[in-house]
């Protein structure tokens, strides 16, 4: 992690500090869970084959829902469906459809392409089978934290593009009508553009899963930049038809400078795509319990944040409010 983080621009951002006491109750709604259902089958690199699957939750209400993918972060490494539950759990409550999908990583042997393909995989086969889980297949969004938060930026703004459509179900689209980004990378050549010249150097190390995952230069073990600039990057996939955006980013987050969701908003700004940032004052990088800090987790985790998020899918892809959801604030 980052011992220092340089100031970012604001000007183009709300800037809030959530109450961390004021945090999200789920129970209000009675949800239906079915897990491990597979989305799609896929053949790694060492010739084995792999299993996606996804944990859907349906809310026991009339009517057909709009559908949320959800989209874990994990460094690229790994991808654990099972993440965010009490995240998950509230947009399911206020009246969606969320779906929390596997995707491959570089421990799988997969690249870019690969994680891009698997979520609109999954947003197909989802599609297919509206009626199954009480879909309604126009209004579909992604939601994606740290790697699943660039994930989700390159699947919104590559709508309409056959480039990544691998698999089944290919009479169905993957487009999205809108897009969720909590502290995803873009530019992934800086990736540690905001954080101390130690951090820079640490980041730029052979073999890491960003270069393992984004590309590596040919005969080295390097990063390769040109892909990390183009290619993988979703700055360069930008225009005038990519659906709304809503972007987080904490101003303490040391492990994906701030400023990677700053330049991908500012991008799409100018386009004339509807992008809304906030930034979390005094937060990091999502939930890191797992590294032990208890407390991280928190300011993302209040009525404040999550409503916001409610609040954007709402307008976005429909209202999706049942008796006893939550309030936007």
Not at 74 to 80: D, L, M
Not at 229 to 254: C, E, I, M
Request: glycine content about 10%; hydrophobic content about 40%.
């Amino acid at each position: 992690m980052a011992s220092t983080i340089a100031s970012s621009d604001v000007s183009t951002s709300i800037v809030i500090r959530p109450d961390k006491s004021d945090q999200i109750t789920c129970g209000k709604t009675v949800i239906r869970t079915i897990d491990d259902v597979v989305f799609a089958t896929r053949t790694l690199p060492n010739g084995r084959t792999m299993n996606l699957s996804l944990d859907i939750q349906i809310p026991e209400t009339p009517a057909k829902k709009p559908l949320v993918v959800y989209i874990t972060g994990g460094g690229f490494v790994r991808a654990p469906k099972e993440g965010a539950l009490n995240l998950r759990t509230y947009v399911a409550e206020a009246g969606f459809v969320v779906a929390s999908i596997e995707y491959r990583t570089a421990s799988d042997g997969a690249t870019y392409r690969d994680g891009i393909s698997d979520v609109k995989s999954a947003i197909r086969y989802l599609r297919k089978h509206a009626d199954r889980y009480h879909i309604e297949p126009r209004k579909v969004a992604v939601w994606g934290e740290s790697a699943g938060g660039y994930l989700a930026a390159m699947v919104g703004v590559t709508n309409g593009a056959r480039t990544f459509e691998v698999g089944a179900d290919l009479d169905q689209s993957s487009d999205v009508q809108a897009v969720v980004d909590k502290f995803g990378a873009s530019d992934t050549s800086k990736l540690a553009a905001d954080f101390d010249l130690p951090t820079k150097e640490a980041d730029n190390t052979a073999n890491n899963p960003i270069a393992q995952y984004i590309g590596m230069a040919p005969g080295t073990h390097m990063l390769d930049v040109g892909v990390a600039t183009k290619a993988a990057n979703p700055l360069t996939y930008v225009n005038a038809s990519v659906p709304p955006f809503l972007l987080f980013h904490g101003s303490q987050d040391r492990l994906v400078s701030p400023s990677q969701t700053l330049i991908l908003h500012n991008a799409l700004r100018a386009m004339g795509v509807k992008s809304t940032r906030y930034v979390l004052d005094g937060a990091g990088h999502g939930d890191l319990a797992f590294l032990g800090d208890k407390e991280s987790g928190l300011p993302w985790a209040t009525n404040r944040a999550m409503g916001i998020i409610v609040g954007f899918l709402r307008n976005s892809i429909g209202n999706g409010q049942p008796q006893g959801a939550p309030a936007v604030p």
